[in-house]
Nanobody, 124 residues
C-alpha cells in the first residue's frame, strides 16, 4: 500500500512561480517513475512531466522551459517547480507513480498510484 500527498498549490498571478511537492509514504518509491499530471475543468487529465529514479525526465511541450520536475529519493518526495505561470496552467495537479515496465510514461493508465490533487489557479 502506498500513498501520495500533494501540496503547494494556490492562487497566483500570471508570471509568478509555484513549487508543488508530492510526499510518498507507505512504501519505497525510490525506483518508481514519478510524474505530474493536470486536469482543467471540462478537460481530460493530461501529462505534465515525469522523472525516472535516475533523474532522467520527460515533459510536455506546453511546459517546456517553464516547469522542472525533480526528486529527492532520500525524502521520498518529488517536486514540480513552475515558473512563468500562465492562466492556461490553471488546473488540479496530480502526482502519480508507477514501478515501470511496459507502457507510455505520458499515459494515465501507466500509473498505479495517484494523489488527491492540489489546485493551481493562475489569474491574468
Amino acid at each position: 500500500q502506498g500513498q501520495l500527498v500533494e501540496s503547494g498549490g494556490g492562487l497566483v498571478q500570471a508570471g509568478d512561480s509555484l513549487r508543488l511537492s508530492c510526499a510518498a509514504s507507505g512504501r519505497t518509491f525510490r525506483s518508481y517513475i514519478m510524474a505530474w499530471f493536470r486536469q482543467a475543468p471540462g478537460k481530460e487529465r493530461e501529462f505534465v512531466e515525469a522523472i525516472k529514479w535516475s533523474g532522467t525526465s520527460y515533459y510536455a511541450d506546453s511546459v517546456k522551459g517553464r516547469f522542472t520536475i525533480s526528486r529527492d529519493n532520500a525524502k521520498n518526495t518529488v517536486y514540480l517547480q513552475m515558473n512563468s505561470l500562465k492562466p492556461e496552467d490553471t488546473a488540479v495537479y496530480y502526482c502519480a507513480a508507477t514501478p515501470g515496465g511496459g507502457g507510455n510514461y505520458n499515459q494515465t493508465g501507466f500509473y498505479a498510484y495517484w494523489g488527491q490533487g492540489t489546485q493551481v489557479t493562475v489569474s491574468s
